[in-house]
Structures are given as structure tokens and as C-alpha cells.
């Protein structure tokens, strides 16, 4: 966000080309996710999915982009950082990261399903979240 103010002469010419391989690297990303059978590792691929939004709404030189990036930032710091903490207290309780494995914790461990369903949903963008949010802020259209 800093370095934009630096560059803002040289990105308007160049902004398509970096927006449309940030675009990309989300659709890729998005199709990694779909296959990962590790939790850690599915959390840290939509990070990287939301990072790349976050580009996008930067490099549109928007004050509706820059704003919905800040709020996108925000709000994917929090649901990360709760996805990340209930990841490593599912790998506390049975020494495996698989969803194979983990897949019947809902009999064992009942109120962490709850906070699962929330930060999952936050994560997905779901309404009332600050992703929802960020997202609709980024992709506004003057």
C-alpha cells in the first residue's frame, strides 16, 4: 500500500498485465484448494487467494479498491489466524493435519464445529463478514 504511492505513474500503463495474472493465480490457487487433503495447507492456498484479491483492488487505483483491500485485509487476518489457531488444536488432540483422519471430530469435539462453521464461512465471504465486505468493495464498479 505504501510502495503504490511510489509507483502510481508507472502502474497506470502496466495495471491490466498485474491484474490479470493476479486473476489467474486466484483461479489457480482456487483448483489447488480443491484437492488438498492437508487443513494447514488448504488455509495457507485461500490466503494466498485473498492476497491476490487484495492485489487486485490495490492496482485498480481506486479509493473503492484501495479501501475494500484494507477491509479485505482486516477481515482475512482475523478468520486466518482463528482457521490457523483450530488447525494446530486438531493437530494437538490427534497428531494429524488429513481430513481423512479428522473427518468424525464433530462426536468427540462438538463446540469446535461451531467455531469451525463460523471462520469457514467468514472465509468463503459469507454475508455479515468483513471478506463480504472487502470483496464487494474491490469489485465496485464507477
Known sequence: MRVLYFIYEYSINYNYIFIGLSLYGIVLVGVLCIYQTDIKSLIAYSSVAHMGLVL????TLDSW???GALILIIGHGLCSSGLFCLANIIYEKTH????????????????MSLFWFILRANNIASPSSLNLVGENYVLFLD
Open 56 to 59: 487486485c483492488g490495490l492496482l
Open 96 to 111: 494429524s493435519r488429513r481430513f481423512y483422519i479428522n473427518k468424525g471430530l464433530i462426536v468427540f469435539i462438538p463446540s
Open 65 to 67: 479498491g484501495y479501501t
